[in-house]
């Protein structure tokens, strides 16, 4: 892991707080991935065990409709994603295909588990900081669906 690769992560919610020795035990067990244009990281329903934190490149965020994929959001270098498959043990809640090129770090389960393993308050963090964000993502969402719905005031 290079030092502009530690600092992007450094700016992330979902590692906000974690100490130095943490962030590279966790990244040495982590893969680097590339996904090429087009192809997909996963689709809506897949089984989930991993997140990704992109270090370069765009995503699509798409949900499923009536047999139609619609982009809800697209994400970009910074942004995370699949966080939800690190606190829960559902499957896929929509799919992320690669507008571009894409360069990720995968953390798996595994790997947050061998986190725990070896330090349990640095986990703790993450888990937290994790759970803080899809928070404030229901949050954001929810006043999304408030503004859309056209609700009056009574």
Known sequence: MNSIQRSLLHTMPV???ISEPALDFLLQLA???????GDYFFHEGDN??????????RVAVLKNRD???LQIKELNQGDCFGEMALLDLYPRSCSVKAVSECQVIEISQHCLFKLYQHD???FTIIQMNIGR?????LRLTGEQLFHSEGVEAK
């Open 15 to 17: 590692f906000g707080g």
């Open 31 to 37: 893969d680097i991935r590339t996904v090429s244009s």
């Open 48 to 57: 989930a065990a991993s997140m990704f934190v992109m270090l370069d490149g």
């Open 67 to 69: 047999g139609e994929a």
């Open 120 to 122: 349990l308050e640095q």
């Open 133 to 137: 964000e899809i928070s404030r993502r």
